[in-house]
């Protein structure tokens, strides 16, 4: 049986399995510390019976205003554990804490606009596709990415969802 829990320091040196995937986002050591002590709420990981990761959630809450939410950095799951949906019970965990603990007023997540697997997965989760940055992705690979967003019980008329005429710039992004 599947376990959700916070995620362990220790856990850094245990999910490789889970990051070696070509659309899994990677960060430097400090980035996940810092999630970790900031936002440990938002910090999860599936556990399989044998203790090995099978997937985790790092995300934090941000903006101010109407603007306050909680922000998906990063969700995945190790391909030996995908479809069997993981990946819905850890954002409905984030969107859970986003809403009860923070209070925000809706939850949002930038995906690389060639990613289909990964929109239509959000989007059968309730997210629509609020604006595209582009060239959010740099490098070689330099890519546009979708913000996409699913509104809380807070945001009751769900203004925080109605999508933006035009694209705009990651320097143009409030936070």
Do not use: C
Request: avoid cysteine; charged fraction near 25%; charge should be negative.
């Amino acid at each position: 049986m599947t376990s959700t829990r916070p995620f362990h320091m220790n856990d850094l040196l245990r999910f490789n399995n889970v990051n070696l995937d070509v659309l899994t986002e990677t960060f430097n050591m400090p980035f996940y510390l810092q999630y970790m002590s900031k936002w440990p709420e938002m910090f999860t990981v599936a556990e399989a019976p044998d203790r090995s990761i099978m997937g985790y959630m790092l995300g934090k809450s941000e903006g101010s205003g109407k603007l306050w939410h909680g922000h998906v950095s990063a969700v995945t799951v190790a391909p030996l554990y995908r479809r069997l949906g993981l990946a819905k019970t850890l954002m409905e965990d984030l969107e859970s804490t986003s809403g009860n603990v923070y209070n925000a007023h809706f939850v949002d997540l930038f995906v690389r606009a060639s990613n289909s697997l990964a929109i239509s997965m959000y989007e059968k989760f309730g997210y629509v596709t609020y604006r595209r940055v582009l060239g959010y992705y740099s490098g070689g690979d330099a890519e546009d990415a979708l913000d996409m967003r699913k509104a809380l019980p807070r945001d009751k008329d769900k203004q925080s969802m109605i999508p933006l005429d035009k694209p705009v710039l990651p320097e143009d992004l409030e936070w």
